[in-house]
């Protein structure tokens, strides 16, 4: 039962352009989405969270938007530089247990120059 | 930053595995997650003040400790073929209070059971 869904395993983006990743969950009960990232062979790296009680929030070049009604979740990251090729996950958790992040299967994002 | 050892090793169905992590400075929290191949991570169990804290889906042949100086051990008893994963182990502060603040991982330790 997969509660947190990245349907896209990979996605090809030109450098300065916008890259969007996206998540879809199935509980409605989540009340807070993060994304890491991560590189090859090295654990993954926070980047930006949400709580259910938002619908976008913005730190930098990155900005994450929360559509509650449709249960889906985005990642903007503009522009896109190549440092950003990586597998970016999706995760959310529930207030009563929010030391267990539930994760999405990963998109693999590559910038192409 | 989070250390784990070892990074790679193999195993054979049946034996019993011991995985390491050295958490961040000042982190009182270690939370374990294994991650099979093409999947997201998996919550394993979590770590706080010695206390296991909260524990996901996993049987009890998966076992942890949390030391004075907060490293932690993850213990994995009859080994299965399907045990074969990347394990991480992230720390964080206060029982891993996810909004006030996120986790942070070690690179993982590769588990190959054959």
């Known amino acids: 039962d997969q509660q947190v869904k990245q349907n896209s395993p990979s996605l090809s983006v030109q450098e300065g352009r916008i890259s969007i990743l996206n998540c879809d969950y199935t509980?409605?009960?989540?009340?807070?989405f993060l994304w890491y990232k991560k590189y090859p062979a090295e654990g993954p790296t926070f980047l930006i969270s949400?709580?259910?009680i938002k619908d976008k929030n913005e730190d930098g070049r990155f900005t994450v938007f929360l559509n509650k009604s449709a249960k889906h979740l985005s990642l903007h990251i503009v522009p896109s530089q190549p440092g950003d090729s990586a597998v970016y996950f999706c995760?959310?958790?529930?207030?009563?247990?929010?030391?267990?992040?539930?994760w999405g299967a990963g998109t693999k994002l590559i910038i192409k120059p | 930053g989070v250390t784990q050892s070892p990074t790679h090793l193999i195993k054979t169905r049946g034996q019993q595995v011991t995985l390491r992590c050295s958490s961040q400075?000042?982190?009182?929290?270690v939370s374990w997650y294994q991650q099979a191949l093409g999947q997201g991570p998996q919550f394993i169990f979590q770590?706080?003040?010695?206390?296991?804290?909260g524990r996901g889906n996993f049987p009890p042949r998966f076992s942890g400790l949390q030391f004075p100086n907060d490293s932690s051990e993850l213990n994995v008893n009859a080994l299965e073929l399907d045990d074969s994963a990347l394990y991480l182990c992230?720390?964080?502060?206060?029982?891993?209070?996810?909004?006030?603040?996120?986790?942070?991982f070690g690179e993982g330790s590769r588990l190959t059971v054959l």
């Open positions: 992230a720390s964080s502060l206060d029982g891993g209070q996810v909004p006030t603040g996120e986790l942070f």
């Open positions: 400075s000042g982190h009182n929290t």
């Open positions: 770590y706080y003040r010695k206390e296991e804290n």
């Open positions: 509980n409605s009960m989540f009340d807070y």
């Open positions: 949400i709580s259910s």
């Open positions: 995760a959310a958790s529930f207030m009563d247990s929010n030391y267990q992040l539930i």
